[in-house]
């Protein structure tokens, strides 16, 4: 049986997939949860190199050898891309990588110290600051503009109770200005490499229509594309996953 891995994003947990794993029901479903999150929280990483070691040992502890495809969300899809680009760690079973509203990497040091001091702001408010205040401002970030103020109260009613030092260390452990530029790779490596996006991300419709990736776009859905339009995102994920399956 092919199992699938899943990665969260940022402020995440493993339980953020249950939606869409209830309708995977051909497939073996694992969630993990990334360093510094929910039951990981006490897990503590420095760099990409560490955070990819520690999901190495639980991807190898959940698949037992078998196929898989690792499904990454934003800044899980980062760390699906370091672990199969860049990683030391043994992929052989690797079948594809299904990347969600991720950054391939920035092109100039300009850009790369730009994100830095982004980064490290962020990283000083989410260490210092009430839960409620600094996700308030996070969620209200381009990238999260079409949020209407429902939307915006229940992420943050859901985030917040692990939301603090532990969300800023791993957004300066694992921050975009330290990742490498993957586009090439994934750019020539189209039949191992797709991208889901949601119709209203602007930002990362963008690239993927720049980069002529192996697109697919979620309607009725912004950059949280697996949590706003769970069905259609399902759907989608099972007809792609069946068709690595056959290949």
Not at 86 to 108: F, P, Y
Not at 203 to 209: M, P, R, S
Request: proline content about 3%; some cysteine.
């Amino acid at each position: 049986m092919l199992n699938v891995i899943f990665l969260h994003g940022l402020l995440g947990t493993a339980s953020d997939w249950q939606d869409i794993i209830k309708n995977l029901t051909q497939f073996r479903c694992i969630a993990l949860d990334l360093p510094f999150h929910g039951a990981a929280q006490q897990i503590e990483v420095t760099d990409f190199d560490e955070a990819t070691q520690y999901l190495a040992k639980q991807i190898s502890n959940a698949v037992l050898n078998e196929p898989y495809v690792l499904v990454g969300y934003s800044l899980g899809g980062r760390l699906a891309l370091h672990y199969a680009l860049q990683s030391k760690a043994d992929k052989g079973k690797l079948r594809a990588v299904i990347l969600e509203g991720a950054n391939l990497g920035l092109k100039t040091e300009q850009e790369r110290q730009a994100r830095l001091c982004h980064d490290k702001y962020w990283a000083k408010r989410f260490g210092n600051e009430a839960p409620e205040s600094v996700l308030d401002d996070w969620y209200r970030q381009p990238v999260f503009a079409h949020l209407t103020e429902a939307d915006r109260t229940a992420l943050i009613q859901r985030r917040q109770a692990q939301c603090g030092a532990n969300i800023g260390n791993m957004l300066l452990a694992t921050s975009l200005a330290k990742q490498a530029d993957f586009s090439p790779e994934v750019q020539s490596n189209a039949e191992t490499f797709f991208y889901f996006c949601g119709e209203h991300d602007r930002k990362f419709q963008k690239l993927a229509q720049s980069l002529q990736l192996n697109l697919t776009t979620i309607p009725e859905a912004g950059h949280n594309a697996h949590a706003e339009n769970p069905e259609f995102f399902a759907k989608a994920l099972e007809k792609l996953i069946l068709k690595i399956a056959q290949t």
